[in-house]
């Protein structure tokens, strides 16, 4: 059954600081993974999506890699601000689609 | 084109009452699926549709439950007897037929039974 981790479960960081969440997976044979956003109350935002075949995404000043041997994926943040703060959610898509979220790292940015 | 469409935002029901929730895809989306997120947890997956059937029901409660994507019209998540712990935030997310498993997220309902 696979089981996804999100570490660390909170963070906090002053305004500028690059930073790295990590999530990792129980099993490997995943399709996809995927990293969201979520603001309070709000909906999910699709950040990043990385294929299988692939090892990293980009996106500004988003990085999201993925070493499916080990089943780890990191999100970088560059130059973290304070409009960053939301909770950051990864989840792998295993045979079938539906995804499996992990429980999300939560992510507040000091000015 | 207009993202995952989702009504109501927010739903209040009494013990006892039902819960209808509705979900319209993204255009020239055929792929539907139905998320819960408890109080203090994390996204859990409960069912996924194609247009008039059901492919995985894995996640769904085995009772009071249920759902469906008609031929026509938008995917409805119905709750019978809802109870308070039925309390959570529904999402539903669409995807395309073919080429991408991304899956796109609607803004969510949120229910809660008094």
């Known amino acids: 059954k696979q089981e996804v981790t999100q570490i660390p479960a909170a963070l906090s960081v002053p305004e500028g600081e690059n930073l790295v969440l990590n999530c990792s997976f129980t099993?490997?044979?995943?399709?996809?993974l995927q990293w969201f956003r979520q603001d309070p109350g709000k909906g999910l935002t699709s950040l990043l999506l990385?294929?299988?075949?692939?090892r990293e995404q980009t996106s500004g000043r988003l990085n999201a890699s993925l070493d499916k041997s080990s089943g780890r994926s990191t999100l970088y943040i560059a130059a973290s601000q304070p409009g960053d703060s939301a909770t950051y959610l990864c989840?792998?898509?295993?045979?079938?689609?539906?995804?499996?979220f992990g429980q999300g790292t939560e992510l507040s940015v000091k000015p | 084109n207009a993202g995952v469409m989702q009504n109501p935002r927010h739903l209040v029901r009494r013990r006892g009452q039902e819960a209808r929730l509705r979900c319209s895809p993204m255009?020239?989306?055929?792929?539907v699926y139905w998320y819960r997120q408890l109080p203090e947890e994390g996204l859990k997956f409960m069912v996924y549709?194609?247009?008039?059937?059901?492919?995985?029901e894995s996640g769904m409660p085995k009772e009071r439950f249920s759902a469906e994507f008609p031929k026509e019209g938008p995917s409805i998540l119905r709750i019978q007897q809802v109870v308070r712990g039925d309390s959570a935030a529904y999402f539903c997310?669409?995807?395309?037929?073919?080429?991408?498993?991304?899956?796109?997220f609607g803004p969510g309902t949120r229910l809660t039974v008094l």
């Open positions: 997310a669409s995807s395309p037929p073919v080429g991408t498993d991304t899956q796109y």
């Open positions: 099993d490997s044979a995943i399709y996809n």
């Open positions: 990385i294929q299988s075949s692939q």
């Open positions: 989840a792998v898509y295993n045979q079938g689609g539906k995804l499996i």
């Open positions: 255009k020239g989306h055929s792929h």
């Open positions: 549709l194609q247009k008039e059937n059901i492919i995985d």
